[in-house]
């Protein structure tokens, strides 16, 4: 039998125990770097997708810098079925605010909620929208994302001025845009989001201006 002494048992129990800190020290710190260096990503992945999708509404003439450099606070958020934490964008360039980029939220999609981004120009023109989130059913709702249909385009060029208040409806309804064959509940929501949004920057513009001009 090898019998070990007591001083040597003593000696390799604090060697294990000496690695097994080591282990959980090197182990604790790889844990934290990659948590570190993946959080970094992971929010400048979020940053990029954000711009991407603020420019998808916005001509790139109508800005010169980034358009995420100017946030902006919501007055009134509830028009626009947005939590006080959304925020709009100035869109400027040599300076000024030329236009706004404001979310909304339809709250009477098929499935729920539609999160759109909208681009509307200093005249109250809409110069974009798209659709950001949404639970419409796939081949009857989904039309109103860009990427299966150019129906989301049918908003450019629109304003309160051009458009009047029984315009901005589908034509089911009255209105000048086109809805989906057997699936005009999504259409109309849309709509009726989009037109909300300008009905807000209408209301709002000075204060979401002169924010801007300050930031
Ligand atoms: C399973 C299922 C999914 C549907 N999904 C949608 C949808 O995403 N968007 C929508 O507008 N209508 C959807 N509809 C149809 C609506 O219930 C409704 O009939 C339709 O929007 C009315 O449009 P219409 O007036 O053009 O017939 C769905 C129906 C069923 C049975």
Known sequence: MNAES??????????????????????????SLTFVSSSDSIAANKAAAKAKALAAVMPANLYDQSLLSAPLQLPNHQQLNVPESALGYAVIKSKLTQAVILP???????????????????????KGVRVIEHKETPGLGDKIERKKSVWIDSFMGHSLTNTTAQEWAVIKDGGEFDGFTGATITPRAVVNAVHQSLLYHHQHQQTLYSAAQEN
């Open 6 to 31: 007591p001083t040597s048992l003593m000696v390799s129990i604090r060697n294990g125990a000496i690695s097994l800190g080591l282990f959980a020290v090197l182990t604790a710190t790889a844990i």
């Open 104 to 126: 909304v939220i339809a709250r009477d999609g098929y499935s729920g909620d539609i999160s759109l981004l909208v681009g509307i120009d200093a005249a109250g023109t809409i």
